[in-house]
């Protein structure tokens, strides 16, 4: 909609309409252009900085101008009258001294020239909606108009008006009705911050060059809280809000807002003496104090009380210190206010700290973490920092940024959680080292991933109970594997052995029998008194084995309902049973307990991104079809020709349905959730029918490290192994064929091998595969004596020679060949294993700079070694995600479109900030030197042209004196400089005679 009424021209008319005379023209021009402003509108923000640079006229800075500089003598006027009785002349508590040379009403002149709807706060805040999101060319009009009939320095005004309100400001907080002069100070600062992050560092120049860094630090050392007495003094409450705002409130939001300001003079450093400058400005001992104040307000330095684990612990706060409201705050929400403020002065000591060269941020640094070790513990666990690459384009270069953000206690647990530590080291591992753009890509892909847990995980970690699973999830996970091992363990030690009756010992001694001679009472009786198979016939032929055999335990077993339920199968250890039983309950709540932490925590993620590929894809197809091609180009045309070619209504989809195919996807790719569903069918399974069922839960090793491995190396090494055994079987199936069409017989005579083609070829493969291939060539002992003589008996010879080639491909080619592969597959997976340990041992995964160059800068290397550095990432994305983007400043919005469009040119690949900076002091030496050796040459110049000059002055001295001895024979006299030569007297013409 704001590009639509750009479009028709609004944008224009509204620059216009503020130059004319009529300051409610003006007003109502301002709130126009700030709503097409409104959410960085770039569009909007072109079609102003091409009218600005096209009027050469200039009106409408000379209009801005002219309403700053109105504000500036309205200041200038309460500046010299009492500050305290004018506020309160302006609050009409003192009417009777009201002086009539002024202003009747001078409540209303100060909500008129400085209040919330002021004409001059209005145009504070058209400035920073058009310098918003770092718009360059406008940030550079703001100082300086080039190119027009005259330059206004709107931005020096700026910093002229805050250097006036600045002396009202203590005054003001006490104030009952400070509210218009507190809201004109916080705007200017926002506008005044607009204008120079980037950082454009010709804004910076200029508010370095003058007094705003010296009035924000008088600001801040006049800010600080005051008691439980001071909230009576003053404040100032909204009736249409229903809001109070105490003296501490008003004090706050103004530090924060003076705190932002300042951390945005840090952003992309390109020259060191900025940062050691703003560092000259300010007293590092207030920041320190002010740290220390706001960790006792929360809690944190009163050690004569219980001190709290949490500061967003409500609960715990309210019964172990002072509630905030006892302590001159009001508002709600005032806790992460101060929460913030403390981060934030923590984070410019940290900066500070980065360019200090003197040691004196150390200092009080220090301090801090030994007076108070609890405070400084909790801001070191609750600050990180990223660095960050983004290009200048003045210059082309890249820069490393330094980004210092605030944790929240969920996702300092999250960090410290091991199932969700393995998750991440795992991802890690899982990135390739070798090409750099694959590296980067496919771990903002995995991010997203680990972010949408992360997300997940705070949302459904509001209840206790999930907390405290996904807590103890790994142990859940490992304890339901122990537990299937100690059952199966325990069924192969005491199930089903057979009690002899009338001893009560174990049946026959615990000793096989032979056929012929069974034991003392034996009977042909179900499996607690038999243990044989038996043999009708007595002859032991294939046939009637197959087809005469009784195995009078195996009927009893089918017939058995549930092995709970007989007796006879635990006649061994008798309370085994209930002792077993008792860890069937348990694993069965244990698998129900690591099956839920799946569906809870894990499965709604992974239908989440199936019901998204289904959108993507729906969305292509629709594409496809559509055939509205000029819809992306009809929204970079303007006037009449948008209106023209705008594109169509989207139809309002009320309800998506999700069709059967999303249905079918969602049961055919979540396998985990079959496996799950499988696992707790087999626990349930083995409590209520059999234990036999629990050795199917130790399948689930196979989801643990070392079960992955061997999976994994059945995926590397399976296309080989899989060509590999189809040749095997191919040749085996080729003599299992000539077996039984030339050599069947004897295998006959000899061992009843097979009968029939099909069951001398899976015989054959079977054996073969066991290492055994009599079956279908006949007992052994008569292939280790071939014929005496080749020719002697050819049949025979072709036997052995068919057993050779058979055994020579079979078992010294194609089994190592196998067994090679699986070797083979292993070791690949282990080198990999190893080169990614390597790779994380010696470089940095971020930046993939050696270890090494870490050596000059103690500890840098110990937050980045084994991947350690690829968190701060995470949590950095994270907390983007919990702020508004229409808060971002430039380097944040870059990363954030950076990271939704996959593209990975903010992270700093082969760049580190440390050797960034050491560089730059490099440039700032060799400069340095350069000026001295210009200057020293400068000198030398200057010695050689005075030596120059002496001489010639001695020259004009010795031809001064020559010219007054010439001077001395000709007149008579000595010539001095300034007197007139006289004219010798006229002589009588000589008479000569002849």
């Known amino acids: 909609m704001q590009n639509k009424f750009d479009a028709m021209g609004c944008t224009v008319a509204a620059m216009r309409l503020f130059s004319h005379k009529s300051k409610r023209i003006q007003t109502e021009a301002v709130r126009l252009l700030m709503v097409l402003l409104q959410g960085k509108n770039q569009r909007v923000q072109s079609t102003v900085a091409n009218f600005l640079t096209k009027n050469k006229t200039n009106l409408f800075f000379s209009r801005v101008l002219k309403i700053l500089d109105s504000t500036i003598r309205s200041m200038e006027y309460l500046k010299r009258n009492s500050a305290s009785n004018k506020l309160k002349r302006m609050k009409g508590l003192d009417k009777n001294e009201h002086s009539g040379s002024h202003t009747p009403h001078e409540s209303d002149m100060a909500e008129s020239e400085y209040g919330k709807s002021s004409l001059a706060v209005l145009v504070l805040r058209l400035l920073q909606l058009m310098c918003d999101g770092q718009c360059k060319v406008i940030q550079d009009l703001v100082s300086s108009q080039p190119g027009m009939l005259k330059s206004y320095d709107i931005l020096k005004r700026c910093f002229d008006l805050f250097e006036v309100v600045q002396p009202l400001l203590p ?81 706050c939001c103004l530090k924060i807002t003076l705190l932002r300001c300042i951390l945005s003079f840090f952003e992309v450093v390109t020259d060191l003496s900025v940062p050691r400058q703003i560092r000259n400005f300010f007293d590092l001992k207030m920041f320190a104090d002010q740290i220390v104040e706001n960790g006792k307000l929360l809690g944190f330095v009163d050690y004569h009380r219980r001190h709290i684990k949490s500061m967003r612990s409500q609960q715990k706060r309210n019964k172990n210190v002072l509630s905030l409201s006892d302590k001159g705050f009001s508002m709600e929400g005032i806790e992460s206010l101060l929460e913030e403020e403390t981060y934030y002065l923590y984070f410019i000591m940290l900066y500070l700290q980065d360019f200090d060269d003197t040691g004196d941020v150390r200092k009080h640094v220090q301090g801090l973490k030994q007076e108070y070790p609890r405070l400084y513990k909790f801001l070191k666990e609750h600050t990180s920092h990223v660095e960050l690459v983004r290009r200048v384009e003045s210059t082309g270069k890249s820069w490393v940024e330094k980004v210092y953000f605030s944790l929240d206690d969920s996702i300092v647990s999250m960090a410290h959680n091991s199932d969700y530590k393995d998750r991440m080291t795992e991802l890690i591992r899982s990135i390739p080292n070798n090409e750099t753009h694959e590296k980067y890509v496919s771990f903002i892909q995995q991010l997203k991933s680990m972010l949408s847990q992360l997300v997940w995980f705070e949302a459904v970690g509001r209840y206790r109970t999930v907390r405290i699973l996904i807590k103890r999830r790994k142990w859940v996970k490992k304890s339901t594997l122990s537990l299937s091992i100690l059952i199966t363990v325990l069924l192969l030690i005491v199930y089903g052995i057979p009690i002899d009756p009338n001893t009560g010992g174990v049946f026959a001694q615990g000793r096989f029998f032979s056929k012929g001679t069974p034991p003392a009472g034996y009977q042909n009786l179900p499996y607690p008194y038999a243990k044989d198979t038996t043999d009708p016939t007595g002859l032991g032929s294939t046939y009637g084995l197959a087809m005469s055999t009784i195995d009078y335990s195996l009927k009893y077993r089918l017939r058995l309902e549930s092995r709970w339920a007989s007796d006879k199968e635990w006649l061994f250890w008798p309370a085994g049973k209930s002792f077993i039983y008792f860890l069937t309950v348990v694993h069965l709540l244990l698998t129900v307990l690591y099956s839920l932490s799946y569906f809870i925590l894990d499965f709604p993620l992974e239908w989440i991104h199936l019901v998204e590929e289904y959108k993507k894809e729906l969305k292509v197809k629709l594409k496809e079809k559509s055939s509205s091609t000029e819809e992306e180009d009809a929204n970079m045309k303007k006037g009449k020709e948008y209106l023209l070619h705008l594109p169509p209504v989207p139809n309002v ?131 280790a004596f071939p014929s005496m003589a080749v020719w002697a008996d050819i049949w025979y010879s072709g036997r052995t020679l068919f057993m050779i080639t058979f055994v020579i491909f079979w078992s010294f080619l194609l089994q190592p060949v196998m067994t090679g592969q699986i070797i083979n597959a292993f070791n690949e997976m282990r080198q990999a294993k190893d080169d990614i340990r390597k790779y994380l041992e ?125 001077a001395e024979k000709l007149f008579g006299a000595p010539s001095t400089p300034g007197a007139q030569v006289q004219p010798a007297p006229a002589q009588p013409p000589s008479t000569f005679v002849l």
């Open 171 to 251: 005054a003001a907080l006490s104030s009952n009705d400070s509210q218009g002069l507190i809201i004109l100070c916080l705007q200017l600062v926002e506008t005044i911050t607009e204008a120079v992050q980037g950082p454009n560092t010709k804004n910076l120049a200029v508010l370095l060059s003058s007094n705003f860094l010296t009035s924000v630090n008088r600001v801040l050392a006049f800010c600080s809280y005051t008691s439980s007495e001071g909230l009576a003094l003053g404040g100032w409450a909204s009736a249409s809000a229903g809001l109070f705002l105490s003296i501490n409130d008003l004090r």
């Open 653 to 783: 989809v009320l309800e998506e349905k999700i069709g059967l195919i999303l249905v079918l996807r969602t049961l055919s790719k979540c396998l985990n959730a079959w496996y799950f569903i499988g696992l707790t069918s087999f626990s349930v399974l083995g409590l209520i029918s059999s234990p036999f069922f629990q050795v199917f839960c130790m399948l689930d090793y196979f989801r643990q490290p070392g079960g992955r491995m061997v999976t994994r190396a059945l995926y590397v090494g399976g296309p080989a192994l899989i060509r590999s055994f189809a040749v095997g079987v191919m040749v085996i199936a080729v003599y299992g064929f000539l077996g039984y069409a030339y050599y069947s017989q004897s295998g006959i005579i000899s061992s009843e091998s097979c009968h029939s083609p099909f069951q001398c070829v899976a015989a054959f493969i079977v054996h073969s595969f066991g290492g055994d291939i009599r079956t279908v060539l006949g007992r052994f002992a008569a292939w």
């Open 842 to 966: 010696s470089k940095c995964f971020i930046s993939g700079i050696d270890r090494f160059k870490f050596d000059d800068f103690p500890g840098e290397w110990e937050k980045r070694e084994a991947g350690k550095y690829a968190w701060n990432y995470l949590f950095f994305l994270r907390w983007l995600s919990l702020h508004d983007p229409q808060d971002y400043n430039m380097i944040q919005s870059i990363v954030s479109k950076c990271f939704d469009k996959e593209k990975p040119d903010f992270f700093p690949n082969g760049l580190f900030v440390g050797i960034q900076r050491d560089e730059l002091e490099e440039q700032n030496d060799e400069t340095k030197d350069q000026v001295r050796n210009a200057m020293r040459d400068l000198r030398d110049e200057l010695g050689d042209q005075r030596e120059l000059m002496s001489k010639a002055s001695s020259r004009l001295s010795k031809i001064e004196e020559r010219i007054e001895e010439v």
